[in-house]
C-alpha cells in the first residue's frame, strides 16, 4: 500500500459513557498496526415536555438506548387503585430501554424542570394497577435530579420477562396529607319541623274511544271528493292519545294522532278520493260505514233496468193509440 491520508469509519450501538481501544490495520504489501488510541463515549440524554406544562425533563441511562420517551397525563390514567393523597407534579412518562443484555441492570438518570422534594415516590401503572416502585430510587435528597434502577425483567419492567428491553411507564411523585372529612353540620336550633305534605290523589287515566263515523257523500262519482268524519270523546279524568286509523277495503289509507282533554269530544276529519268505480268499505277502530263511487258522468236514473224503460215506452205509445181512436171517432161522428 503507497497512499497516504485520513481514513473514517462510523459505528454504532455503542454504550454511553463507555471507553472504547483501537488500533488501524494495514493489510497490502505485508500487514502492519497504528499506534493504540481510544474514545469514551458521551452518555445520550433525551428530552421531553412534561405533561403538566412545567418545563423539559431529559433522560439518559448507563446502558443500551431510551426509545420511545412520551409525558403521560395524570388525568389519563384511571383513579382505581390509586393511593390517597398522591399526585405527580410533573406527570408522568412511558420509555423502553434497548439494547442491552437480557437480565441487565440499567440506571436510568432522570432531571427534571424543578427540585422535588425528598423522600418522594416513585408509582407505575402497569397491566391495570398502580405499583410502588419507591425502592427503585436512588439519588433523591431534595433536588431535581432522580436515578432509577431498573432489572430488566424485575420490579418495574412492565412486561416481566427478561428480554432485552425494559418498558418503563412511570413517575415520580409526592405525598401529601389527606385532609379529614369536615364535620357535619349542627342542626339549627330554630328550624321547624315541616310536616310532609299529604300524598295527591291520583287521577283516573284517559279513557279515549270512537263514539262514531259518518260518511258525506254515501254516493258520488269518480275524482268527487269524500268526508270521513269520526267523532272522539274522552269519558276520563286526565287527558289522553289515540292514534286514529282510517282503512278503506282493509287497508290504512291515512292515520292522525290526537290529543283528547278529560270530558271532551274531539271529531277527526278525512277527505278521500276515488278514481275508480265501486263500493268502498269504511273502517275507524270498531265501527264500520261504506259509499259508492260511480264512473264520471253517470246519474241516479241509470239504476233502472232494461224492462222499466221497455215499460214506460210501452205506456207512451198506448197513450198516444188512445188519441188517435178519440180524433177517429170525432170525425166520424162529424160526417
Given at each position: 500500500?503507497?497512499?497516504?491520508?485520513?481514513?473514517?469509519?462510523?459505528?454504532?450501538?455503542l454504550t454511553p459513557d463507555t471507553?472504547?481501544?483501537?488500533?488501524?490495520?494495514?493489510?497490502?504489501?505485508?500487514?502492519?498496526?497504528?499506534?493504540?488510541?481510544?474514545?469514551?463515549?458521551?452518555?445520550?440524554?433525551?428530552?421531553?415536555?412534561?405533561?403538566?406544562?412545567?418545563?423539559?425533563?431529559?433522560?439518559?441511562?448507563?446502558?443500551?438506548?431510551?426509545?420511545?420517551?412520551?409525558?403521560?397525563?395524570?388525568?389519563?390514567?384511571?383513579?382505581?387503585?390509586?393511593?390517597?393523597?398522591?399526585?405527580?407534579?410533573?406527570?408522568?412518562?412511558?420509555?423502553?430501554?434497548?439494547?442491552?443484555?437480557?437480565?441487565?441492570?440499567?440506571?436510568?438518570?432522570?432531571?427534571?424542570?424543578?427540585?422535588?422534594?425528598?423522600?418522594?415516590?416513585?408509582?407505575?401503572?402497569?397491566?391495570?394497577?398502580?405499583?410502588?416502585?419507591?425502592?427503585?430510587?436512588?439519588?433523591?435528597?431534595?433536588?431535581?435530579?432522580?436515578?432509577?434502577?431498573?432489572?430488566?425483567?424485575?420490579?418495574?419492567?412492565?412486561?416481566?420477562?427478561?428480554?432485552?428491553?425494559?418498558?418503563?411507564?412511570?413517575?415520580?411523585?409526592?405525598?401529601?396529607?389527606?385532609?379529614?372529612?369536615?364535620?357535619?353540620?349542627?342542626?339549627?336550633?330554630?328550624?321547624?319541623?315541616?310536616?310532609?305534605?299529604?300524598?295527591?290523589?291520583?287521577?283516573?287515566?284517559?279513557?279515549?274511544?270512537?263514539?262514531?263515523?259518518?260518511?258525506?257523500?254515501?254516493?258520488?262519482?269518480?275524482?268527487?271528493?269524500?268526508?270521513?268524519?269520526?267523532?272522539?270523546?274522552?269519558?276520563?279524568?286526565?287527558?289522553?292519545?289515540y292514534n286514529v286509523?282510517?282503512?278503506?277495503?282493509?287497508?290504512?289509507?291515512?292515520?292522525?294522532?290526537?290529543?283528547?282533554?278529560?270530558?271532551?269530544?274531539?271529531?277527526?276529519?278525512?277527505?278521500?278520493?276515488?278514481?275508480?268505480?265501486?263500493?268502498?268499505?269504511?273502517?275507524?277502530?270498531?265501527?264500520?260505514?261504506?259509499?259508492?263511487?260511480?264512473?264520471?258522468?253517470?246519474?241516479?236514473?241509470?239504476?233502472?233496468?232494461?224492462?222499466?224503460?221497455?215499460?214506460?215506452?210501452?205506456?207512451?205509445?198506448?197513450?198516444?193509440?188512445?188519441?188517435?181512436?178519440?180524433?177517429?171517432?170525432?170525425?166520424?161522428?162529424?160526417?
Amino acid at each position: 500500500m503507497n497512499t497516504t491520508g485520513h481514513f473514517s469509519f462510523a459505528l454504532g450501538g455503542l454504550t454511553p459513557d463507555t471507553t472504547y481501544y483501537f488500533r488501524a490495520k494495514a493489510v497490502g504489501d505485508g500487514t502492519s498496526f497504528g499506534a493504540e488510541r481510544n474514545v469514551t463515549t458521551s452518555g445520550a440524554s433525551y428530552p421531553v415536555a412534561t405533561a403538566t406544562g412545567t418545563g423539559t425533563a431529559t433522560f439518559s441511562s448507563d446502558l443500551g438506548n431510551i426509545t420511545d420517551l412520551t409525558a403521560v397525563a395524570e388525568g389519563t390514567l384511571p383513579t382505581a387503585g390509586k393511593p390517597d393523597g398522591v399526585t405527580f407534579p410533573h406527570g408522568l412518562f412511558s420509555f423502553n430501554i434497548t439494547g442491552i443484555t437480557v437480565g441487565s441492570t440499567v440506571t436510568v438518570t432522570i432531571t427534571l424542570p424543578s427540585a422535588i422534594p425528598a423522600a418522594a415516590q416513585y408509582w407505575k401503572y402497569q397491566n391495570g394497577q398502580w405499583i410502588d416502585c419507591t425502592s427503585l430510587l436512588g439519588d433523591d435528597d431534595d433536588d431535581n435530579v432522580l436515578t432509577l434502577t431498573i432489572t430488566d425483567g424485575g420490579l418495574g419492567d412492565a412486561d416481566g420477562v427478561a428480554n432485552g428491553t425494559i418498558i418503563d411507564p412511570g413517575g415520580p411523585a409526592v405525598v401529601g396529607v389527606v385532609p379529614p372529612p369536615p364535620p357535619p353540620a349542627p342542626p339549627t336550633p330554630s328550624a321547624r319541623r315541616v310536616s310532609p305534605s299529604p300524598p295527591q290523589p291520583q287521577l283516573p287515566p284517559a279513557d279515549v274511544r270512537l263514539r262514531s263515523i259518518s260518511v258525506s257523500p254515501s254516493q258520488t262519482q269518480t275524482g268527487q271528493p269524500v268526508t270521513i268524519l269520526a267523532n272522539m270523546v274522552n269519558s276520563g279524568a286526565s287527558s289522553g292519545s289515540y292514534n286514529v286509523a282510517l282503512r278503506i277495503n282493509g287497508r290504512v289509507e291515512q292515520q292522525r294522532t290526537i290529543e283528547v282533554s278529560p270530558g271532551a269530544a274531539y271529531p277527526v276529519k278525512f277527505i278521500v278520493t276515488k278514481s275508480q268505480p265501486g263500493t268502498y268499505t269504511v273502517n275507524i277502530g270498531d265501527q264500520k260505514s261504506s259509499f259508492i263511487v260511480t264512473g264520471a258522468g253517470s246519474r241516479l236514473g241509470e239504476g233502472m233496468d232494461e224492462g222499466l224503460l221497455l215499460a214506460v215506452a210501452i205506456a207512451a205509445i198506448a197513450i198516444l193509440l188512445g188519441l188517435l181512436v178519440v180524433i177517429a171517432r170525432r170525425r166520424i161522428q162529424g160526417y
